[in-house]
């Protein structure tokens, strides 16, 4: 009794665990298929912001124009997750007015006592330009796929990612200064005074080169408006890993993500099943039809029967009638289509027909076959025919002695029905 318990509460428990498995067993949603082992491409556009480095002597009278733009090649290895190989191009531009010269330096000795005197001069302005190419790897892992019951059927998602990257740039620094400078020297009576003045205004251009790894990371938001593409916003921040002068050492940006997905030919299920039922209502249609023409070739072919079976009825009518008067002097026995074998109807007629003949008189028998069958065939159906008739007629008496003539003719070209599948007995 206890073992029946325990096997009854174990049975129960198992099928109020294994219920939730089975119902959890659904069919993927049609997005996941389509974003399985994919290629993509994708291009991107926006703004970018750096700052340390260099970057920090640039106080807010700078003016900051950075212009980002991208491609890449990426894989969804699953829904959730896919490998990017990324390539962007940052162009940065900043510019400087001073509100005051800065200076360019002190006094400068040129020989017999004489003295150049630049402190009057100065920077009154600076730009800043660069050009930074980024390549990295990165993996981005979608969080909207850790919700399992999505309702948005894929179109809207969030994916986050980093990875490992190299940075590749120029720079320089061109700065324009005015001013006038004065040379003093001594005059005739051996005192200092001021000889000539000159005013100038020059550029100076200081350039370099750097390159440095980074780590990127990246938040990117896309709404996938077809299979085949989608448009997303993104932002992301690079930490360069050296600290190089003219080189920034964060760079963020934001822009405009267009991404196209190589899905080759899109299988829809919906189409699919639609096509599928499609097929199914001809199939059933073709059914129907072939099941009507089936049906009537059976009904007229039923109805050939009937007719043919009337006519024998007939025949059969007649025959029991000039048997019924006693002075019948010929006999047909109809036998059944491809059939030798008498009824028990077209015996007892055989044998109703031979207890009236006299009891010496001679008769002849001719057996026949209708012209369905081949002229080989119907030969040997007529001879059975008549051997199966002659064989009633020794049962009641009429032996070979009496048999003038027996013969199977096969059958004749006009033989067609259940009229010519016969033996007709003539009395001499």
């Not at 291009?43 to 920090?56: D, E, P």
């Not at 290895?77 to 010269?101: A, H, Q």
């Not at 630049?118 to 919700?147: C, I, K, P, T």
């Not at 980074?214 to 921040?237: D, K, T």
Request: proline content about 3%; some cysteine.
């Amino acid at each position: 009794m206890v073992r029946k318990t325990i096997t009854g509460v174990l049975a129960a428990l198992t099928l109020m665990l294994g219920a939730p498995l089975f119902a959890q067993e659904q069919e993927e949603p049609e997005y996941k298929e389509q974003r399985t082992n994919k290629v993509g491409l994708y291009l991107r556009g926006g703004t970018a912001w750096a700052t340390g480095g260099s970057f920090a002597e640039w106080s807010q009278a700078c003016t900051p124009v950075q212009i980002l733009g991208g491609a890449g090649l990426s894989w969804n290895i699953r829904p959730w997750v896919r490998l990017g190989l990324n390539y962007d191009y940052t162009y940065s531009s900043r510019n400087r007015y001073y509100n005051e010269l800065q200076p360019e330096g002190p006094a400068v000795e040129a020989g017999e006592g004489m003295v150049v005197n630049n402190s009057q001069g100065g920077v009154f302005y600076r730009r800043y330009n660069a050009g930074m190419h980024g390549v990295d790897l990165s993996g981005d892992f979608n969080l909207m796929e850790l919700f399992k019951n999505r309702s948005d059927k894929g179109w809207f998602n969030i994916y986050v990612g980093t990875g490992f990257g190299w940075m590749l740039g120029t720079g320089n620094v061109w700065s324009m200064s005015t001013g006038h400078s004065s040379i003093s020297g001594p005059s005739s009576d051996g005192t200092f005074g001021n000889i000539s003045t000159e005013s100038w205004v020059k550029g100076l251009n200081q350039e370099c080169k750097f390159n440095s790894p980074y780590v990127p990371a990246r938040l990117s938001v896309e709404f996938n408006v077809l299979p085949q593409m989608a448009i997303g916003i993104e932002g992301g921040y690079k930490f360069l890993c050296k600290n190089m002068d003219l080189a920034p050492r964060n760079l963020f940006s934001a822009g405009i993500t267009l991404r196209f997905t190589l899905t080759g030919k899109i299988r829809c299920r919906a189409c699919e099943q639609k096509d599928a039922r499609f097929q199914e209502l001809v199939a059933d249609y073709d059914k129907v039809q072939e099941e009507c023409t089936k049906a009537k070739s059976e009904k007229d072919a039923s109805l050939k029967d009937l007719i043919d079976e009337n006519e024998s009825l007939k025949a059969r009518i007649e025959a029991l009638e000039q048997a019924n008067s006693g002075s019948a002097k010929s006999h047909i026995v109809y036998f059944n289509l491809d059939s030798s074998t008498l009824s028990d109807v077209e015996r007892e007629r055989l044998i109703a027909y031979g207890v009236q003949l006299s009891s010496d008189g001679m008769i002849s028998i001719v057996g026949e076959a209708s012209n369905e069958g081949g002229s080989e065939y119907n030969q040997k159906l007529s001879d059975e025919r008549v051997s199966s008739v002659i064989n009633i007629l020794n049962q009641i008496g009429i032996g070979k002695e009496r048999i003038s003539s027996a013969k199977g003719i096969g059958s004749s070209a006009n033989g067609e029905g259940p009229a010519f599948r016969r033996v007709s007995i003539t009395a001499e």
